[in-house]
């Protein structure tokens, strides 16, 4: 099995599996949030929206992490 370490000794497909896992939890996190908003205002306001917009732009963060983990990973499965 190929081992990589970085500087630090932190193994490449560690860190792949990591970012992997971390933007899946902000996927679902935010998937919660929006579900909870609506069912709390019951409305949909400005105020609604730019808390939805900033829930956009952290699913989005949390789908480029699953990307940039499995790249990282592809090495290690193949």
Known sequence: ???VL?????NI???GF???VVGKIMV?????MVHHRFYKEHKVDEKVF???RVEQ????GGIVLIILGYLIQIPFKI
């Open 1 to 3: 099995m190929l081992t």
């Open 50 to 52: 730019r808390a939805m």
């Open 18 to 20: 990591s970012l992997d």
């Open 13 to 15: 497909e560690f860190l």
């Open 6 to 10: 970085t500087s630090n000794g932190m």
């Open 57 to 60: 732009i952290i699913g989005v």
């Open 28 to 32: 679902a996190i935010t998937a919660v």
